[in-house]
């Protein structure tokens, strides 16, 4: 079998923040050295729920592409591109509707969520509903097999195998491979509040160009153990968003287990513990901000790279849609 190719992406909804580094970024720079990787600003599907907000959809492409710069995405190594002008992506999307029935798109667990937070129940942008099929196209087009994402992504995986097969079946030889997605093993990292997920509009979020001040305010609002009222009292680890943190983000494994054996046996306060982390964050987010600061000087050069990669990202998902529409049996001009 040749190099499994990677494909992800971000919808285009606001700068990132330190659950998308935890959940898909980290594993994007480790395979950006290894793997041909594609990396997608993905706009069209920020439409699906934004459809009143264009411009905060147009605005956020830079963002995020700044924001992949600035961790360390290295587009000599990664491909950078923007769904907007994929237009083989907007066709296979189409296409793919007809591998899959309303009842099953209706049944996502992610899409059911998404559903619920957004006031959708009434009314489903069909747009949105559908954008799992989209999202099948995204990752079939360039072909790619490995899909690194977070834990909630897990259901639009699923999806997409399903639609694979439901293909092949028609088709009568693999033509698509099946895909698996990546996942981080520290699980999905929680809201500086505790809640089960990071996000900009639930206000529990770290941005990854936050400030200083920022980073200070939302570790010292850190849910920690609402039981661990004196210094000398034994903590709670589990459930404690410090620690989860500092699983996340802090490189000295050894530590953190000391940290946490100190806070259950007693004797360390909330204070300190806080402290710690603060530092740790701290020390991460500034070259990451400062490079930020810097690319923002600069957004023609920004866009170049999204414009070379847009090109070759446009001649391969044509040539994947090229073969796709020969597999199935579609008229030949
Ligand atoms: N749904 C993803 C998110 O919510 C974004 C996305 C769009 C994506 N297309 C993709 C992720 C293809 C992985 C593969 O962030």
Known sequence: ?????????????????????????????????????????????????????????????????????????????????????LPALAELSLLYLNFVSVGRLQRNPTVKEEVRARGFEQSIPAGFLCYPAAQAADITAFRATLVPVGEDQIPMIEQTN?????????????????????????????????????????????????????????????????????????????????FTYLEAFHDDAEEVEALKAHYRRGGLGDVTLKKRLEGILQDFLEPIRDRRARLEQDLDHIRDILRDGTQTARNVTEQTKSEIYDGLGLFRL
């Open 1 to 85: 079998m040749s190099h499994p190719i990677l494909l992800t992406g971000d919808r285009t909804t606001g700068p990132l923040h330190l659950g998308h580094y935890a959940g898909s970024l980290r594993n994007r720079l480790k395979y950006q050295d290894t793997h041909r990787q594609f990396v997608m600003l993905a706009d069209t599907q920020a439409l699906t729920d934004n459809i009143g907000n264009i411009g905060k959809v147009r605005e956020s492409v830079l963002d995020v592409a700044m924001d992949y710069l600035a961790v360390g995405i290295d587009p000599e190594k990664t491909n950078i591109c923007v769904q907007s002008h």
């Open 162 to 242: 399903e639609i694979i097969r439901r293909m092949n079946a028609v088709v009568g030889r693999p033509l698509l491979e099946e895909i698996e997605a990546i996942v981080p093993k520290t699980g999905r990292l929680p809201g500086v509040d505790g809640a089960s997920k990071m996000s900009k509009s639930a206000g529990n979020a770290i941005g990854l160009s936050a400030s200083p001040a920022e980073i200070s305010a939302a570790v010292n609002a850190m849910y920690t153990d609402p039981n661990h009222l004196r210094v000398q009292d034994p903590g709670q680890v589990e459930g404690n968003v410090v």
